[in-house]
């Protein structure tokens, strides 16, 4: 409530108080009729603001959402970018038009062989039980092959072990300079 609003409020309540003797059997009734008016318009009050409050909440729900959903479509996006621009540098570096290690002023770009291979099965009938996972229907046990492949087995019969590329950036090595010792005797 305002202070013109309380104001108003104090002025008719001490009307209600001074009235002569003759009413003082009215002034019971008047404050019980003037306390439930008052409670009455508290009670819309509490629900006005609670109807406010709702939609509100319901309002920044609704802006919650979608600046996820801008977010979500943001963080795809840069994804996306990033991955092209590793693409990229894998296939100017598959084409030999760099080098698997570039360095910059104070940045270096590193093309190295990843450290899990890939696998891919030729026939997934002709892999033998050792590769094969029990479970309810048998999966090819891909970590087992490469494992196998890494330490000489030849599995070509059934699979081709590849090792993809990956691109990693990261700072340049600081190079320490040499200490001229001819200088220091």
């Known amino acids: 409530m305002s202070l013109q609003e309380l104001s108003t409020e104090a002025i008719a309540i001490a009307q209600i108080l001074e009235t002569d003797d003759e009413e003082e059997d009215n002034l019971f009734e008047q404050l019980q009729q003037y306390l439930t008016d008052a409670t009455q318009v508290k009670i819309d009050g509490y629900c006005w603001y609670q109807e406010m409050l709702k939609n509100e909440i319901e309002e920044w729900k609704t802006k919650k ?3 996820s959903e801008m977010c979500d479509r943001l963080i795809e996006q840069k994804e996306k970018q990033l991955n092209s621009l590793k693409q990229n540098l894998l296939r100017l570096a598959e084409l ?3 080098d698997d290690y570039l360095m910059g002023h104070n940045k270096a770009i590193e093309i190295r062989t990843n450290s899990k291979p890939t696998v891919e099965v ?3 009938e002709d892999v033998p039980k050792i590769y094969r996972q029990p479970q309810i229907q048998w999966t090819v046990d891909k970590q087992a092959i490469a494992q196998a492949h ?3 087995k030849d599995v070509s019969a059934f699979a081709t072990v590849t090792y993809g590329k990956q691109v990693r950036f990261k700072n340049a090595p600081r190079r320490k300079q040499k200490k001229n010792i001819s200088n220091e005797q």
Do not use: S
Request: proline share 0%; net charge positive; charged share 15%.
């Open 96 to 98: 030999g038009i760099i």
């Open 150 to 152: 890494q330490v000489g």
């Open 65 to 67: 959402k979608t600046l």
């Open 122 to 124: 030729h026939k997934t």
